[in-house]
């Protein structure tokens, strides 16, 4: 969310390199701000006490947190390496994007344990939360073969424009959605408490 417009900006450097490989057509020339490993400890932080400031709900902090932490972790495993330690320090990256066929399939799977981890702790409220969500997943699952096949974009404003827009959109989206889905760790939780069968609170902060 933060890199495009940080690329935008001239903050951070990036070029259209072109080549075979779709996952190595930009070559990271510097983003400190965004992805070094120490600046994203700092992101996850501020994210974390804002969130627990702002709602009261630790557990939904700690979770938060991790999920900007864990960026770098998968970013560290996709990247060559480009990625600093600390801005200016040293870059490292696994390399996984060397090969297209391999982080098809780690990143597929990546996808479908994510999608079923929250299908299995949430449940829809309406048909908005049901068929909203399948129609996000594949959504999203276009949009990551559209950029496979697509070819290099046109410039890096073009890129950083088209982050921006579509990286809110699919937040927003996806927020829509799960405002209409109810937390099944919450119902189960309500149901061993004796809560009866009434229905679930809304996910997250209602069940601390
Ligand atoms: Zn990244």
Known sequence: MLWPVLLLLGWERARIVGGQNPFLIFAFDSYPISHSLVTLIA???LVGVLYRARTGYGTGAVVLGVCVLSHWVLDFVTHRPDLPIYPGGPPVGLGLWNSPAGTVVVEGLMYVAGVAIYLTTTRARSGGGRYGLWALLAVLVLSYVAALVSG???????VALGGIVFGWLFVAWA?????RRDSAVGAACAARAGGGAGPAGPAGPAHP
């Open 152 to 158: 290099p974009p046109p410039s890096v404003p073009a």
């Open 43 to 45: 992101w996850a932080l």
């Open 175 to 179: 927020a829509r959605v799960d405002r």
